[in-house]
Structure formats: structure tokens, C-alpha cells
């Protein structure tokens, strides 16, 4: 038996569609497609003052509080102020405040406007990879 | 809005705090189709129980979509596990379990542009479920490794012909995992950083 092979697409080709949504008719056990959940939708609107504007945050960007919430803070923000007394991720903020991740990064522009929070940026790949970088990253998987 | 008390909002467990020595983090994304074991593998080395992060996807996302839900359908939430691995006292290593279709990458800004690298997570009875994303991430430019993670009735399938399968290069590593064994797991992950290492060794002399 050999494994169905792979067709690699000539740069410029169009997309193929994409692939069709595996059809598990009357599955209504099923949690539903993967990624995707069944709950009802949320609706958002937490206002900012930025005028729309969202600092650059990536998932890993680890947030640090500089002070308490203070009175004049929302209860989204005086969470995530109180959340990250210590480092954590916007990642992890996302999961612990139940809320989506753009959603957390408004919050973390204003938060960061006003000096409340501080971010640390993540370490992205360069196109060079930085080999001290990746020695380290590989001690410690070792030590696992 | 409905928002919990924010006294009441759980936070990380004490033995789950970072130390306020952690300065920077990197990231890993572990990619595959439905069930190919991707938030088992996440488990399996992280040091915090796995956790979910949340993107909505809204009308924004529905052109990119031929299938997208019915037309009164406006938002879908798209859900994302991920875990956590300390490296020092000043950087740590998160992993990103995330769904191969490519329509829900977008919604996570810089998810793959700014990770070391991607493990693409096999099955081999389905194994065209993963052509698409292994695509993507040659175009991207992300580096990859591809992890057959073994379950016991799925065909086997030596790793020369997985290899003309899938279209790969001798230099990406391929090889068989059992990712519910966290040794298992790390070597997948030690695979990785020494391909990015022999990657890096690579540009640093040309």
C-alpha cells in the first residue's frame, strides 16, 4: 500500500477551494468542526480611548501590572491588572479572563497608554536564527 | 457587558506564576487535522494543564470561507490550546496546538511569522489533510519537521516513502511519535531546535 501523494502547487496557482467540511450528517452528539465552538456567540464592545488604534501585541508578548487597578478602571481591565501581578502571557490572559484574544489587546492598548501595564515583547525568529537562542531553548527541553 | 466579577476571575495557580525574572518568551506551533492528538502532545510536556485561547472570527473572515456556516451565521468563535515550558528564570517557550485550516491562521496575528519553527502533526490514515499546511508554511518561509504520531490501526509506512509522499527534502526530519509519552513528545520538540540549529549553522556560513 503506499500513502497518497502530495501536489505541490506552481507559485501564483489559486488556491484550491478549501477542503469540505467533513460531513458527519445528523452527528448531534458531536462537539462540531474542530476549533470551533457551539456556544452561543458573544457580542463585544469594550471601548477604548485609542480611537481604534491596537498596540503591537503578539500572543506570547508577556504582560507585566505597574501599579493596582485603579478606581477609575473598568472590571475587564482591573481583572487583567490583578492577573498579571506577575508575568503572563496575552495568551494566558486571553484564557484565564474567558475573553478573545483581540479583545484582550484592546484592553492592553489603553492599558499600555496609560502606563498601567508593562509588555515585553517576544523573541520572534529572525531570519538568521539566533543559535544561543535555540542551545538554550534545547537545555531546557532537555532537562523535561 | 456579562463580565464575571472580577474578583471572582481564577488566575494562575501559585506553582503556575512565571517568575518576575521572565523577560521574553518564543513560540512552537504544533499544526494538524482534527484529532491528529495536537492538544495531547501540548499536555503531555507543558507544564501548566493546557489552556484555550479564544478568537472570533467575524463577517471580516467570511469572504475568505466558501463553507463558512449558513448565511445568518455572522461569527464563529475558533479555539486554540496552548501550553507552557519554562526554559530559564528569564524565557520561556510556549506551544500552540492549532487547527490545519489555513482560513483560521489569519485570525492569530503573527502566529507563525514570529514561531522558531512549526511540528505538523501526521496521521497516516489521513494523511492529505496535512498537504495544505505544509504548503503554506514552505511559502511562509516557517520551518518545519513532520511528527507521525503512531496509532495502532493506522498504516505504517517506511519513512523514505512518506517522504516521496509528502514531497519533502532529505534535510526535514520526519519521524514516528507517541505523543501521549512526554518523552515522546520532547524528542519531537528536540528534533525541531536541532534542525533550526543546523539551519542556523547553515546561514551563519553563507
Redo the contacts between chains.
Keep these: ?9 506552481s507559485p501564483g496557482q489559486d488556491r ?7 460531513g458527519r450528517p445528523g452527528a448531534s452528539g458531536a462537539s462540531g ?5 457551539r ?1 452561543p ?6 471601548g477604548g480611548e485609542g480611537g481604534g488604534e491596537r498596540a503591537d ?6 504582560i ?1 501590572a505597574r501599579a493596582d487597578p485603579p478606581v477609575s478602571a473598568t ?2 481591565q ?2 487583567l491588572l ?2 498579571c501581578a ?4 496575552v ?2 490572559l ?10 484582550v ?1 484592546v484592553l492592553l492598548t489603553d492599558l499600555l497608554a496609560t502606563e498601567l501595564v508593562h509588555a ?6 529572525q ?5 544561543n ?10 532537562k ?1 | 457587558m456579562d463580565f464575571k466579577n472580577s474578583d471572582t476571575i481564577p488566575g494562575p495557580r501559585t506553582e503556575d506564576q512565571l517568575p518576575h525574572t521572565a523577560e521574553a518568551a518564543v513560540k512552537i506551533v504544533i499544526v494538524g487535522g482534527f484529532g491528529v492528538g495536537k492538544t495531547t502532545m501540548v499536555g503531555s510536556v507543558s507544564e501548566i494543564r493546557p489552556l484555550t485561547t479564544e478568537e472570533t472570527m467575524t463577517q471580516a473572515g467570511i469572504g475568505v470561507d466558501d463553507n463558512f456556516g449558513s448565511a445568518s451565521k455572522t461569527a464563529t468563535t475558533v479555539a486554540m490550546d496552548f501550553g507552557r515550558i519554562t526554559i530559564t528564570d528569564q524565557l520561556v517557550l510556549y506551544l500552540f496546538g492549532t487547527p490545519g485550516q489555513e482560513r483560521f491562521w489569519f485570525l492569530w496575528n503573527g502566529l507563525f511569522e514570529g514561531a522558531l519553527g512549526a511540528v505538523v502533526l501526521v496521521d497516516t490514515r489521513r494523511l492529505e489533510v496535512s498537504f495544505d499546511v505544509m504548503g503554506r508554511l514552505e511559502e511562509r518561509g516557517v520551518p518545519f519537521v513532520v511528527a507521525v504520531n503512531s496509532f495502532p490501526d493506522a498504516p505504517r509506512y517506511p519513512v523514505a516513502e512518506l517522504r516521496t509522499a509528502l514531497d519533502l527534502p532529505e534535510e526535514i526530519p520526519i519521524l514516528d511519535c507517541d505523543v501521549r509519552r512526554r518523552a515522546s513528545s520532547r524528542d519531537v520538540l528536540m528534533t525541531l531546535m536541532r534542525f533550526l540549529h543546523a539551519l542556523a549553522m547553515k546561514g551563519a556560513l553563507t
Design positions: 500500500m503506499t500513502p497518497p501523494r502530495r501536489q505541490r502547487r484550491p477551494a478549501a477542503l469540505p467540511p467533513s468542526k474542530e476549533g470551533e465552538t456556544n456567540e458573544r457580542l463585544f464592545v469594550i501585541i503578539d500572543l506570547v508578548t508577556l507585566v472590571p475587564e482591573a481583572a490583578r492577573l506577575a508575568p503572563l502571557s495568551a494566558e486571553s484564557a484565564y479572563l474567558s475573553l478573545p484574544f483581540s479583545v489587546t515585553r515583547a517576544p523573541i520572534v525568529r531570519r538568521v536564527a539566533d543559535r537562542l535555540l542551545e538554550a531553548v534545547m537545555h531546557g527541553l532537555q523535561l
